[in-house]
């Protein structure tokens, strides 16, 4: 039985517009899946959809068994800019009214796990952009997310800290059994990184093989 099922999804906006239109797709557990497609096919919508932040307006989007603990990376790493690593790491577990104590822990964990030890009272502004990136996913990291969610998240990096993120990152899921879903737009990165690819084609986007693509003109 699979982690995620997700069948027959459509999603259209109230303006109107159609994002997405018959997706049918899965996610297996301990599975590393990358979504391939061009700009505006609906990428980011699916994975809104998935997070739950929106409900598709058509199908169905089925967990197996209770929704898992989610964390979540964007492009933009979204940090405090006056907060500490330490604490932009922990927010998620201030969020949930953790106490001090085991905030504290848990950020400093997860800092550890992304090799940014020694940067935890470093604020964003004097961090690299890889590095500001490697706080997002600690933060991603701090409250054990049984499910990963990466929304181009190296888009913006140069390509020698990609690769090396891309590696840290794929063992680092490998190690934890996580499932992934890592939207990009890298024909390289989603073969390098993943398990499978999942490719995103048309308006409204739909799931489809590659050669649907090469057809697609
Ligand atoms: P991608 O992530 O693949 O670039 P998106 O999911 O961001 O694609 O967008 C898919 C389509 O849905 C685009 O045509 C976009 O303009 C449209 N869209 C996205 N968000 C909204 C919104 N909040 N309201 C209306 N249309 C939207
Ligand atoms: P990454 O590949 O993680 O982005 P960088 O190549 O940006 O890392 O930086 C390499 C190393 O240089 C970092 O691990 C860090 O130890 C150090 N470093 C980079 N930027 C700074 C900074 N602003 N202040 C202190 N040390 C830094």
Redesign the pocket.
């Known amino acids: 039985l699979s982690l995620l099922r997700i069948e027959g999804v459509g999603h259209r906006f109230a303006a109107g517009t159609a994002a997405l239109a018959g997706v049918d797709l899965t996610l297996e557990a301990g599975e590393f899946l990358s979504i391939l497609g061009p700009s505006g096919c609906g990428k980011s919508t699916l994975l809104r959809l998935v997070m739950g932040l929106e409900r598709p307006t058509a199908g169905r989007i089925l967990w197996q068994g209770a929704q898992p603990r989610i964390g979540v990376v964007f492009q933009d790493p979204t940090l405090m800019p006056w907060a500490s690593v330490i604490d932009n790491v922990a927010l998620p577990l201030r969020l949930a009214g953790k106490g001090r104590a085991e905030r504290e822990a848990a950020a400093r964990a997860a800092i550890a796990l992304v ?2 030890d ?2 935890e009272a ?1 604020v964003p502004r ?6 500001r ?2 706080a997002s996913i600690a933060r991603a990291f701090v409250g054990d997310p049984q499910v990963l969610l990466m929304d181009e998240p190296f888009a913006a ?1 140069d390509e ?2 990609r690769l ?2 891309d590696d840290e990152l794929r063992a680092l899921c490998r190690r934890k059994g996580l499932a992934v879903v890592f939207v990009t737009h890298s024909v390289f990165e989603s073969v390098y990184l993943s398990d499978r690819v999942a490719v995103m084609t048309g308006r409204p986007g739909r799931v489809a093989d590659i050669r649907a693509i090469a057809r697609e003109d």
């Open positions: 090799g940014l020694g940067f470093a004097e961090l690299s952009g890889g590095m990136m490697r990096l020698i800290t090396r993120l």
